[in-house]
């Protein structure tokens, strides 16, 4: 590509891409600082909460002559989410992949590292040599460049063995502990790649339905092959990926504890504080990013299901049709060279018009009196009877969620059908109801399979439940049970 070429193509990013329209607009400094501030706490923020925020940020600016404008929070934040930069879903906020892209871009210049670093040369070796071995057809060749693999751990298993233990030096860790703090900050931005994919591959079907005449059964096999394609996608194979290692317990919680060990280093003091938050709450973060995509994807293919059984698509076929065709008999029209003026005369059919006055309308005749002849009357009792004791006998959900605490504490990662297998449900559907509040409150990720639940009821009936399958664990607890909203 020439030059003239180049140019050509940056000039279509400078005035079409999202990123670049945020990084060159007049605001940006303001739009940046109010996304990092509003959502330093939480991923998502209630849309009236952000715009106070955006107000009293927007008056403080005027005050001191940083920010001169006329408009109100509510103006900017619909802008924003119109190009993007924000998502409001169900009237909540949050960031969109662009944003994160946009900030991760700003926080590299402000933490420059150099990208020649040893840690950065190893991930490229390690990566090049696991490549080669993958590629290569030659049962041989493969197998010796595994046994090189294998020799060089078998060196260090013996060079520990033998009491000699090789230290990293402090440069050498800081650089990978940074490096951990890096990667692992990209997950997030994984997840909003996949929500802005589901919402491309709804459009792009939609469009589809509109401007083709596709059966239902073509419509759906189009949605299938879009699914297949976003699961081949970086973003997608992403996400399964830490699917499969959120449902493997002894591989998530192999590695929360690895996280904990290295924050507990001395080493982890050179990151910043919220770096080092952000690295202990990695899992519980993952698994309310990944909560989010499965309620994305769910409430897309419902809405897609609406969409195709209503018949909304062949309405909006059809009326594209008349459109289309009025608009050729139009320029037909001019094209004719016709007095638009010309007075014709029009005699339109119509029936005769029916006017009805409210005592036209058939009034229900009254219910007859309620026969209250066996009634007896009652007086009212101080103390309460034992069939009414019988019905306050309920489950005390506080009370299942320490048991439920106190269990993942000992057990790790584990998903309702594992607890009740700890503690067999007893009280019937009432207590299984308790542990699906508990998964909700502390808003445990969410799978879309589901599982098979043994529980008895008060009469020792035995019962069998499916239910959705949640995995749960302390990390997701706050650190006072109390402040759970059970």
């Known amino acids: 590509m020439n030059i003239l070429g180049l140019q050509a193509k940056y000039r279509r990013l400078y005035h079409e891409n999202s990123i670049w329209k945020l990084l060159r607009a007049d605001n940006a400094p303001h739009i940046l600082a109010f996304i990092v501030d509003l959502f330093a706490e939480q991923n998502e923020v209630p849309y009236g909460r952000a715009r106070n925020v955006l107000d009293e940020l927007i008056k ?28 409001e879903i169900d009237g909540k906020l949050s960031k969109t992949d662009i944003s994160e892209t946009v900030l991760r871009f700003c926080q590299g210049l402000d933490e420059r590292a150099t990208h020649t670093t040893a840690s950065h040369l190893r991930i490229v070796q390690d990566a ?79 469009l589809d339905m509109i401007s083709g005449a596709y059966s239902r ?107 289309s065709e009025l608009e050729k008999n139009a320029v037909a029209l001019l094209q004719s060279e016709c007095d638009l003026k010309t007075e014709v005369q029009v005699d339109l059919a119509v029936g005769s018009i029916q006017l009805n006055s409210p005592e036209s309308l058939a009034l229900k005749s009254p219910t007859e009196h309620m026969d209250t002849r066996k009634v007896e009357e009652q007086q ?75 529980l008895k009821d008060r009469s020792g009936v035995h019962l069998q439940a499916s239910i959705p399958v949640y995995y749960l664990s302390t990390d997701l607890f706050p650190k006072n049970i109390d402040e759970l909203a059970l």
């Open 128 to 206: 090049v040599r696991d490549f080669v071995v993958a590629l290569s057809e030659n049962i041989e060749e493969r197998v010796e460049l595994l046994e090189q693999k294998k020799l060089v751990i078998q060196n260090e298993i013996d060079a520990l063995l033998a009491g000699v233990v090789t230290q990293l030096e402090e440069s050498e860790q800081k650089e990978r502990i940074r490096e951990i703090y890096q990667l692992a900050s990209i997950l997030t931005g994984d997840f909003r790649r996949v929500e802005d994919e589901i919402r491309l591959r709804d459009k792009e079907l939609r």
């Open 217 to 323: 059964g073509e419509v759906l096999l189009s949605l299938m092959e879009k699914e297949q394609l976003l699961a081949q996608s970086d973003a997608g194979s992403a996400f399964d990926g830490f699917c499969q290692l959120l449902q493997d317990q002894d591989r998530s919680t192999e590695f929360r504890e690895q996280l904990r060990s290295i924050l507990n280093h001395p080493i982890a003091q050179q990151l910043s504080e919220s770096q080092r938050k952000y690295l202990g709450q990695l899992m519980r973060e993952l698994g309310r990013e990944s909560s989010r995509v499965f309620q994305v994807r769910r409430r897309t293919e419902e809405g897609l299901r609406a969409y195709i059984e209503s018949g909304a698509a062949l309405e909006n076929r059809l009326i594209d049709q008349f459109l």
């Open 380 to 454: 009212n009792k101080t103390e309460p009877s034992d069939q009414m004791l019988k019905y306050l006998d309920s489950v005390r959900v506080r009370a299942v969620a320490e048991k439920v605490y106190q269990t993942l504490a000992q057990k790790g990662v584990m998903s309702i059908a594992h607890l009740t297998q700890e503690h067999p449900v007893q009280a019937g559907l009432e207590e299984l109801v308790a542990y699906l509040r508990i998964a909700k409150a502390i808003k445990a990720p969410q799978m879309q399979h589901t599982e098979q639940v043994e």
């Open 60 to 87: 403080s600016s005027r005050e001191q002559g940083i920010w001169q404008t006329e408009n109100n929070a509510a103006h900017y934040l619909n802008h924003w989410i119109h190009s993007g930069w924000l998502r």
